[in-house]
């Protein structure tokens, strides 16, 4: 098969089959590229297998009738396959073009997808290479919005500040239940006196209105919708990100007027906010929010300002050499062109104790993710992050064990240079607090959501819903849903795998289902253009 001749046999070249879409992979066996491809549609049609293709191929042989030779073995088969896909010689390392290489708005999620631990030999990704000599120093309740004082431990004063952020929610469900008893009993009123002494003081004009009788409805509902933000005790950056703040407080400090532009842009931030600024504005003279609504605003944001200061700073990312291969490391990302891990991993005191406690604070209301230990059998899990605009994932990590915060975190800090602005995850609340207690600096700037289809179930503050938001309706948020069921139809024919092979299978899939999004989005683009024939 390396030589072709002619009829007579007097001429003889070498041949390849390349040019008859024919690949040679030995010199006794040869198949048509189309072999290949009917293999892979075979696959995405449905959970189909190497030998179930060869024992389909065989039939269709036997029916021919013209011979009694079998296709060929599945061994073989196996073989030719992955030396067929191999010699395409095609560079996985490509990210999102539609963003051209910077995807700022990521998700991620873990998948049942992998090989026996048998054949697994990777090191988890968040195994730490070196300590961090920093030591954190805020905790959870040191970091909302009615924040314990710095360092307290006593039990029954954190106590006292926890019962006044329950209180405060009470307040704003009661407000919005339109429920006039709860205002009328007197020991609610002797504790809503009482949390005012639990409130920053910036905050005390605007919590009077919205306990007052002589506030209109409207406007004590939107009080009621910002202050219940502020009731819970997760991060206050969920509420106002970092990114906006000095812009925020010099808008306040400098402007006599607040635009309607500025109210309408903050509904990419916060739009419980946005609302109370129109609707203060609405019944105030002249129409302008009130002072109380602005110096809330304004003490939120320096808050937040104030919090970060204590960031933990990121190492120089550099990209280290000989770090991107797949098949040794059970990792490949396509966050930079290299594809190498940018930084080591580093322990902090929040990783001593992560295997007893959950949380540095126990929190008021804990939201539940129960993450699997492993999969069925001693099957290997999958971690992926994409692009949930465009819908193109950006790479994979193989976990040899369960899939926990740790996942997205080690992953980006180790191969992503500079930290997305917004990240989709099914566990978004407690990644927000994994992240503060770790590489507060690197994710200072990153707003963390729930994607919607997991965000009805969770517990946590209303920050960390997208649905609420303006600027997100272009957000696929269950891209990954989506791409498992896609990738799943290869789990019956790669959980056998070696991880040398499993690493090229799904980096094989993974470019066909980025192939096709950016086809998808080319063909949209060229329909909204009007120029699709």
Same mark, same amino acid.
């Given at each position: 098969?390396?030589?072709?001749?002619?009829?007579?046999?007097?001429?003889? /070249?070498?041949?390849?089959?390349? %040019? *008859?879409?024919?690949?040679?992979?030995?010199?006794?066996?040869?198949?048509?590229?189309?072999?290949?491809?009917?293999?892979?549609?075979?696959?995405?049609? @449905?959970?189909?297998?190497?030998?179930?293709?060869?024992?389909?191929?065989?039939?269709?042989?036997?029916?021919?009738?013209?011979?009694?030779?079998?296709?060929?073995?599945?061994?073989?088969?196996?073989?030719?396959?992955?030396?067929?896909?191999?010699?395409?010689?095609?560079?996985?390392?490509?990210?999102?073009?539609?963003?051209?290489?910077?995807?700022?708005?990521?998700?991620?999620?873990?998948?049942?997808? @992998?090989?026996?631990?048998?054949?697994?030999?990777?090191?988890?990704?968040?195994?730490?290479?070196?300590?961090?000599?920093?030591?954190?120093?805020?905790?959870?309740?040191?970091?909302?919005?009615?924040?314990?004082?710095?360092?307290?431990?006593?039990?029954?004063?954190?106590?006292?500040?926890?019962?006044?952020?329950?209180?405060?929610?009470?307040?704003?469900?009661?407000?919005?239940?339109?429920?006039?008893?709860?205002?009328?009993?007197?020991?609610?009123?002797?504790?809503?006196?009482?949390?005012?002494?639990?409130?920053?003081?910036?905050?005390?004009?605007?919590?009077?209105?919205?306990?007052?009788?002589?506030?209109?409805?409207?406007?004590?509902? %939107?009080?009621?919708? +910002?202050?219940?933000?502020?009731?819970?005790?997760?991060?206050?950056?969920?509420?106002?990100?970092?990114?906006?703040?000095?812009?925020?407080?010099?808008?306040?400090?400098?402007?006599?007027?607040?635009?309607?532009?500025?109210?309408?842009?903050?509904?990419?931030?916060?739009?419980?906010?946005?609302?109370?600024?129109?609707?203060?504005?609405?019944?105030?003279?002249?129409?302008?929010?009130?002072?109380?609504?602005?110096?809330?605003?304004?003490? +939120?944001?320096?808050?937040?300002?104030?919090?970060?200061?204590? *960031? +933990?700073?990121?190492?120089?990312?550099?990209?280290?050499?000989?770090?991107?291969?797949?098949?040794?490391?059970?990792?490949?990302?396509?966050?930079?062109?290299?594809?190498?891990? +940018?930084?080591?991993?580093?322990?902090?005191?929040?990783?001593?104790?992560?295997?007893?406690?959950?949380? *540095?604070?126990?929190?008021?209301?804990?939201?539940?993710?129960?993450?699997?230990?492993?999969? %069925?059998? @001693?099957?290997?899990?999958?971690?992926?992050?994409?692009?949930?605009?465009?819908?193109?994932?950006?790479?994979?990590?193989?976990?040899?064990?369960?899939?926990?915060?740790?996942?997205?975190?080690?992953?980006?800090?180790?191969?992503?240079?500079?930290?997305?602005?917004?990240?989709?995850?099914?566990?978004?609340?407690?990644? #927000?607090?994994?992240?503060?207690?770790?590489?507060?600096?690197?994710?200072?700037?990153?707003?963390?959501?729930?994607?919607?289809?997991?965000?009805?179930?969770?517990?946590?503050?209303?920050?960390?819903?997208?649905?609420?938001?303006?600027?997100?309706?272009?957000?696929? #948020?269950?891209?990954?849903?989506?791409?498992?069921?896609? /990738?799943?139809?290869?789990?019956?024919?790669?959980?056998?795998?070696?991880?040398?092979?499993?690493?090229?299978?799904?980096?094989?899939?993974?470019?066909?289902?980025?192939?096709?999004?950016?086809?998808?989005?080319?063909?949209?683009?060229?329909?909204?253009?009007?120029? *699709?024939?």
């Amino acid at each position: 098969m390396y030589f072709r001749s002619c009829v007579e046999g007097s001429c003889r /070249i070498f041949w390849t089959g390349e %040019n *008859d879409s024919i690949f040679r992979f030995s010199h006794s066996t040869c198949a048509g590229y189309e072999i290949g491809w009917e293999f892979v549609e075979l696959i995405l049609s @449905g959970k189909n297998t190497f030998s179930g293709f060869v024992d389909c191929l065989n039939l269709k042989y036997g029916r021919s009738g013209e011979n009694d030779k079998l296709f060929m073995s599945t061994r073989l088969f196996i073989d030719w396959f992955f030396a067929w896909a191999s010699h395409m010689k095609i560079e996985f390392r490509q990210s999102c073009r539609l963003c051209e290489g910077k995807s700022r708005v990521i998700a991620c999620d873990g998948t049942k997808l @992998g090989i026996g631990f048998k054949h697994t030999f990777v090191s988890p990704i968040e195994t730490t290479s070196k300590e961090s000599g920093i030591t954190v120093t805020t905790n959870r309740h040191d970091r909302c919005y009615i924040a314990n004082p710095f360092g307290e431990k006593n039990v029954k004063i954190c106590r006292n500040y926890a019962e006044a952020r329950q209180h405060l929610l009470s307040i704003c469900n009661a407000v919005k239940a339109s429920d006039i008893s709860f205002f009328s009993k007197p020991t609610n009123k002797e504790l809503n006196e009482a949390l005012v002494s639990f409130l920053p003081a910036e905050a005390n004009a605007a919590f009077v209105k919205l306990i007052s009788d002589d506030t209109p409805t409207e406007l004590k509902l %939107n009080y009621a919708a +910002v202050f219940k933000l502020l009731s819970h005790d997760s991060c206050i950056d969920a509420i106002i990100p970092l990114r906006i703040c000095d812009e925020v407080i010099n808008y306040i400090d400098n402007s006599s007027f607040i635009s309607s532009d500025f109210i309408f842009n903050f509904k990419h931030y916060c739009v419980e906010f946005a609302d109370l600024m129109q609707i203060s504005s609405k019944f105030n003279n002249p129409q302008n929010p009130s002072a109380d609504v602005l110096l809330l605003l304004k003490n +939120v944001a320096q808050r937040v300002k104030s919090l970060h200061e204590l *960031d +933990v700073e990121p190492e120089i990312p550099i990209a280290i050499p000989g770090s991107y291969n797949p098949a040794k490391f059970g990792r490949a990302y396509y966050f930079t062109p290299h594809g190498c891990q +940018v930084r080591e991993m580093r322990s902090f005191p929040a990783d001593k104790k992560a295997k007893h406690h959950n949380y *540095d604070d126990e929190p008021s209301q804990v939201c539940n993710k129960f993450f699997e230990r492993v999969t %069925n059998k @001693g099957i290997s899990y999958l971690f992926l992050w994409f692009c949930p605009i465009h819908g193109h994932c950006l790479g994979y990590h193989v976990i040899p064990g369960s899939e926990g915060r740790k996942d997205p975190a080690a992953s980006l800090y180790t191969h992503l240079p500079d930290a997305p602005s917004e990240i989709f995850y099914d566990y978004a609340c407690s990644l #927000s607090e994994y992240t503060h207690n770790r590489e507060s600096g690197y994710f200072k700037n990153t707003r963390f959501f729930h994607d919607i289809f997991h965000g009805f179930t969770h517990k946590f503050s209303k920050a960390f819903r997208c649905d609420r938001l303006d600027g997100f309706n272009g957000v696929n #948020s269950s891209i990954c849903e989506q791409f498992n069921s896609f /990738i799943q139809n290869i789990k019956s024919s790669s959980k056998l795998m070696t991880q040398y092979h499993f690493s090229f299978f799904i980096q094989f899939f993974i470019n066909i289902w980025n192939e096709k999004k950016f086809q998808s989005f080319q063909s949209r683009i060229r329909v909204a253009e009007g120029t *699709d024939e």
